[in-house]
Structures are given as structure tokens and as C-alpha cells.
């Protein structure tokens, strides 16, 4: 696993990815933007920017190895040219979850809500990177990011529905859905 690479998500005028839509899915939402940028590494200060998330990549933490081999061997990297459409989906979770052992998570995660199971089926259409929020002192725990081509799109809708209906997301206090689109 690489170091952990510090990413911000800058809404303002400007930036390479249009916003279609923000959609509070959980408690409080975010204010709109027309454009997002995402920038990788130390300078995460955005000039201009109207509101900023923060977050890190980080090794995993509940993946077993058959899963991580499975992903390595379907998933695919960010930037693919086709990949027009892209979602980021900050979410939260409870106290009561942040409480619990990482047993406990993992068996309410995999086990009772099958994610990295239902994720596979969406690979490698979707590309996804995860973020971690939590330490840096931010609203949200993570900031999930996925890009696909227009015609993943209505896959994506069902992985997203599919995942929203589990246990899991019983944990889930806040979650806002934006989607972006570049040419
Ligand atoms: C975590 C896979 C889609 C939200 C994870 C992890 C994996 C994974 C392997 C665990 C990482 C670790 O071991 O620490 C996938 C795959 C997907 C997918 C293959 C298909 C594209 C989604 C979607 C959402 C989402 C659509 C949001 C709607 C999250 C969150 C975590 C997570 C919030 C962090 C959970 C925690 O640490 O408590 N995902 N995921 N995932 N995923 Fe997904």
C-alpha cells in the first residue's frame, strides 16, 4: 500500500469536473457549487474556493485477502478517458458504530451487508477511491469517489441502492450524494 496521498474535493467557479447535482441523502446537506476540483497531495489549499472537503487514502482496514487479491485482480485506476461521470458520496457514521470492535464492524460490514461483495459485482465499470476523513477533523468520516463511463450510470444507481438498504448503512448519520460530469 502506498503512502497515504491527501486529497481535497474544492467547490467553487472553477475546477475540471461540472456538478450535475448535490443531494442530501441523510441529515444535512452541503451548499451547491457549479464546478469541483480535486487536487492531490501536500497543497490542499484551494484559492477561490468556496467550500472544501479533506480526506487521505489509507491501507484497509476490514478487506480480507481473498477480497483485496479480488479487487486487485477486477478493479481499475482512476482517469480513464471514457470515465466521464463521477460521484462523490461523503458520508458519516454513528457514535454507536465508532464504538463498536473491529470485529464487530467487520461483521456488520461483510458479513450481514455483503459491500465489498456487492461492490465486486460493479468492477471494474466503476473505478473507486476511498478517503478517510475522520482523523483530519472533518465533517464527514470518508469521502467516496467514483468515476465511470455514461454507460455505468444506471449500474451505479443500483449498487447505490443496493448498499443504502443494508445494515450497514443503519450506522450511516449523514450522507450527501453529488454527482459531477466532465466532457
Ligand atoms: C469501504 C469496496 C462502493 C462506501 C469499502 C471497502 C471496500 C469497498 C473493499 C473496505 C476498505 C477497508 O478494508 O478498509 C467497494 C467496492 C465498491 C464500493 C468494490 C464498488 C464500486 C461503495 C459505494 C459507497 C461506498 C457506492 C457509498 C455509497 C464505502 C464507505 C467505506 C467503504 C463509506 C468505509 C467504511 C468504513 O470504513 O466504515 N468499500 N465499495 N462503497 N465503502 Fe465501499
Do not use: C
Not at 95 to 110: K, N, V
Not at 115 to 121: P, Q, R, T
Amino acid at each position: 500500500m502506498p503512502r497515504p496521498l491527501h486529497v481535497s474535493f474544492a467547490f467553487g467557479p472553477s475546477g475540471e469536473w461540472r456538478v450535475d447535482d448535490v443531494r442530501p441523502v441523510i441529515g444535512e446537506g452541503i451548499p451547491k457549487a457549479e464546478r469541483m476540483s480535486v487536487t492531490e497531495g501536500d497543497s490542499m489549499l484551494q484559492a477561490g474556493a468556496a467550500f472544501t472537503l479533506r480526506g487521505a487514502t489509507s491501507n484497509a482496514r476490514y478487506a480480507g485477502r481473498s477480497e483485496l487479491d479480488a479487487l486487485a485482480a477486477r478493479q481499475e485506476g482512476l482517469s480513464r478517458p471514457s470515465a466521464t461521470r463521477a460521484a462523490l458520496i461523503p458520508i458519516r457514521k454513528t457514535e454507536a458504530w465508532w464504538a463498536l470492535a473491529q470485529d464487530e464492524r467487520r461483521a456488520i460490514m461483510e458479513e450481514r451487508s455483503r459491500h465489498i461483495a456487492i461492490g465486486l459485482d460493479y468492477l471494474p465499470g466503476v473505478a473507486r477511491r476511498l478517503h478517510h476523513s475522520r482523523e483530519l477533523g472533518e465533517p464527514f468520516d470518508f469521502l467516496t469517489w467514483f468515476e465511470y463511463a455514461p454507460e455505468h450510470a444506471e449500474a451505479f444507481e443500483t449498487l447505490v441502492r443496493r448498499l443504502r438498504e443494508t445494515d450497514e448503512w443503519a450506522y450511516v448519520d449523514r450522507e450527501v450524494d453529488v454527482r459531477l460530469s466532465r466532457d
